[in-house]
């Protein structure tokens, strides 16, 4: 009998629970308002004990997806904390230590986007790699990456979305919309920074319209710095902006003519298309990378 | 007794080679000019064949930190040459079979750069730490990385020096010197890129020459990205233009100052003289990190 576990892609508008042996055997799903920590916990902990309950089954562990930044540091007092969110309620919230409390098992925990890498990794577009990246464009812009196999982390975890990029005001004089940076990779590129360039959700701009030939250009450059800096084997790029998917054929032609064959490689030149692709679990990376993320504490490594 | 390792610092001008047991301990040292593949494998070979006979001991291995691009896919039928330089006539070279035929003893191969970081690893201002970045800033701008307490490799290896920059033309209308990229963080922020935008070398400017001011900016541009893509636990600064040491308060105040908060951590406020720091083994770091490159695969990992 295959063992069980849960997953939780804790999301600034919904937690999306689940509880599975693998992305073809879902036992059970929920999701729930983001509204308060103390409410929003207490129905993710009353799901669990129920689908415990009914699925007369252990959960071997969970496995928590969430937005940043957190706090990923096992000897930290506030290891398991979404840390500085400017989402209000939330700030200096923990997730791990109740769950852990209130239903008694190992809980790993990540960003929203190294669960998403971890899950592509596992059954996507990162199987069989030890070193890729995976990109979500949309709301906001967050990168995770696996490296030797597992998530990168260090000092906090990265911050992709926050790298600097050149900026030609004479072409694009929009200033970003970042309140941290203005110009970052996220204030020129996501969501947000397109309606407020354009004066409309990106959404609602025809495939044919100039700003996605602008879009492409911040992704092949940020892309040309994330080959330079992690060399990965791979990009992921997901995320609803990249929706649009005559993104895909422009950003890496960019990036082909912006790298310049610097960095020889046949991926970044013949073999563009399987290097800079969407993800294989689509709208399903999150949820699953959490599961995903429980599943690999219960491994023995190495 | 303690095992004796040979090591090659491959530079652009010299190679470097030493017989030692750790850093402490060096037994025998010597440089030869890079002229042709041919005739400088030809000294280094018979330093090592000299040198072995002269101690009578074997060597356990030897490492090899040499100037990129090269190829490190073990798979890769060029495994262990130099590949796409810009060096008359070391395109396209073989460093690590000729020396391991030549010599009979294991070979262990890298960037300079990422040598110089597994050095700082292990003996210097990395101890301690698995997730570090090693930049050097001279003729070139290279970065090397330890991530997971290993060298970053990928797809191929970090090129760290090409990553895209804010480049304000107003501020600076230098247009950059790679050939490549024009204004990446090599284009902008190298000797070369210094000495052509001021008309003079590097180390001829005063230390209260504008240029510093100009170059901490894109120091810590660089680090901004640095942060935000490898989140590393520390940054190490080397090279020849970090020897003007007035560099290195500028660029963690410009590098606070961009980060704006955003990425909450003691390292990047109070601490951040003990985040962006210099080498401790300082010019030695290419060598010792050769050195510790065919150490490490002497021993048995995990």
Chains 1, 2 share one sequence.
Not at 258 to 282: H, R
Request: proline share 8%.
């Amino acid at each position: 009998m295959s063992e069980l576990f849960g997953s939780i892609e804790a999301g600034g508008t919904k937690f999306i629970c689940m509880v599975a042996s693998g992305p073809d055997d879902i036992r059970a799903e929920a999701r729930f308002n983001t509204t308060t920590p103390t409410q929003t916990l207490a129905e993710v902990i009353d799901f669990f004990q129920k689908q415990r309950a009914r699925l007369n089954a252990p959960l071997k562990a969970i496995g928590i997806g969430v937005f940043g930044p957190v706090d990923l540091d096992h000897a930290s007092p506030t290891y398991g904390c979404i840390t500085a969110t400017p989402k209000p309620g939330w700030r200096n919230t923990a997730l791990v230590a109740p769950i852990q409390q209130a239903l008694g098992v190992r809980v790993a925990f990540d960003t929203d986007v190294n669960a998403a890498a971890v899950g592509e990794g596992r059954w996507g577009a990162g199987r069989g790699l030890q070193n890729f990246v995976y990109y979500t464009i949309g709301t906001g812009i967050g990168g995770g990456a696996v490296v030797h196999g597992l998530p990168l982390h260090g000092l906090v975890h990265p911050e992709m979305g926050h790298m600097r990029l050149p900026h030609d005001l004479q072409r694009d004089p929009f200033p970003g919309s970042c309140p941290f940076h203005a110009d970052c990779f996220e204030g020129l590129a996501s969501g947000p920074a397109l309606r407020q360039r354009w004066g409309q959700p990106a959404e609602t701009l025809s495939p044919d319209h100039p700003a996605w030939e602008l879009e492409a250009h911040y992704i092949a450059l940020a892309l040309q710095s994330t080959v330079c800096m992690l060399s990965p084997q791979r990009i992921i790029l997901g995320g609803g902006i990249m929706q649009q998917a005559q993104l895909f054929p422009l950003v890496r032609q960019h990036l082909r003519s912006y790298l310049n064959q610097y960095i020889v490689s046949p991926m970044l030149e013949e073999k563009l298309e399987e290097y800079v692709v969407p993800p294989e679990l689509g709208s399903r990376a999150g949820g699953l990378g959490a599961l995903a993320l429980g599943m690999e504490i219960s491994e023995p490594h190495g």
